[in-house]
């Protein structure tokens, strides 16, 4: 009777004897509703988040489960980002002390010219870090997004992508690695998102070179010769749709709003060798990979398509079978908790 455990909702009374630890505390742990808006957001603009792979039918326990490991890692980078995003507001606005920004500021308030600005700066700036960590505790802003397949879970963050997915990731898998964390039950990969982009050729360009250009600027040996790097693209659960109908073909792709694969990889390695002239291609050992993943959307319009874009360093990837994210938990354990 596990799928009508599943489908409970917020409110119902469970017993906690022979529930899993996820399902005794689902009280506390509370499901946001689907943002039924997000279909429309992100054609309008790009987005940050996670794309979390689970088993079937057991997305709302994944759902609680993801929300739990991201607010305790995501929530010190998150509530860093936000003061830094508030500090560089009021510094834009109003020059510094030193240069005699603080008599040139209350010049141009006296004179009405910013005094609506300026007012909102100083309300932002006074925000209390305990009106800032509550607002992240309510699942640090996460809107859950409806997707049109199962096993999936898309959570996006609003549209400033100031959130360091790649580095929540890398947190998460530190503390795995030091026992901190104990692995998850559900939830399989995640995937971190930095941008959200349309899947056509000029956007997907721009937000290659975007990311490629900040991990060379955050990259530690700056002098390395040679950057190898791959490139990955999931179409996740179209091409096997496609490959069964026998229709797995370039027409069909175009039909559905689709790159085909060859001329996403095309695209991309421009994209990156545009940025880095000294990179190459390597599929075994990438020092880097970006990977693109056709996200799913339920209420896209027919012949539109969003992607994920990420650039990931290797210590986050797996190149077998192929380019992926590294698994939160062992093949083995991931194929008892499917076949349970």
């Given at each position: 009777m596990e799928g009508g455990k599943e489908e409970l909702g917020l409110g119902h009374e469970e017993k906690a004897e022979g529930l899993k630890p996820w399902e005794q505390h689902s009280k506390v742990i509370l499901i946001p509703r689907f943002d039924y808006k997000a279909s429309s957001s992100l054609l309008e603009r790009s987005h940050s988040g996670f794309l979390v792979t689970c088993p079937i039918k057991r997305e709302k326990s994944a759902t609680k489960e993801a929300i739990s490991i991201l607010e305790e890692y995501a929530r010190p980078l998150c509530g860093k980002n936000m003061d830094e995003s508030v500090a560089m507001k009021r510094r834009k606005i109003c020059p510094s002390e030193a240069e005699g920004g603080r008599d040139k500021c209350v010049e141009r308030i006296?004179?009405?010219?910013?005094?609506?600005?300026?007012?909102?700066v100083t309300k932002e700036a006074s925000i209390s870090s305990s009106e800032i960590d509550d607002s992240v505790k309510r699942s640090l802003g996460l809107s859950l997004v409806k997707l049109s397949r199962s096993g999936l879970l898309l959570l996006t963050f609003p549209s400033n992508n100031i959130h360091q997915t790649v580095d929540t990731l890398s947190c998460i898998f530190h503390s795995l690695g030091s026992g901190k964390l104990k692995a998850p039950h559900w939830c399989h990969r995640i995937f971190p998102?930095?941008?959200?982009?349309?899947?056509?050729?000029?956007?997907?360009?721009i937000v290659v070179s975007k990311l490629f250009?900040?991990?060379?600027?955050?990259?530690?040996?700056?002098?390395?010769?040679?950057?190898?790097f791959a490139v990955g693209y999931n179409r996740r659960g179209i091409d096997e749709t496609m490959t069964k109908d026998g229709k797995s073909t370039d027409e069909d792709s175009k039909g559905l709003g689709l790159l085909d694969r060859?001329?996403?990889?095309?695209?991309?390695?421009a994209a990156i060798k545009a940025v880095a002239n000294n990179a190459s291609v390597d599929l075994k050992n990438p020092e880097v990979a970006v990977l693109v993943e056709l996200l799913p959307i339920s209420g896209i319009p027919q012949?539109?398509?969003?992607?994920?874009?990420?650039?990931?360093?290797?210590d986050l990837l797996t190149t077998k079978p192929r380019l992926c994210v590294k698994s939160l938990v062992s093949d083995s354990k991931a194929a008892k908790i499917k076949g349970s």
């Open positions: 006296e004179s009405g010219d910013v005094l609506k600005s300026c007012s909102e998102i930095q941008e959200t982009c349309i899947l056509n050729e000029d956007d997907l360009r250009k900040e991990y060379l600027a955050n990259k530690e040996d700056k002098h390395e010769t040679s950057i190898k060859d001329k996403c990889f095309e695209i991309v390695a012949g539109s398509s969003v992607a994920a874009v990420s650039v990931l360093p290797h």
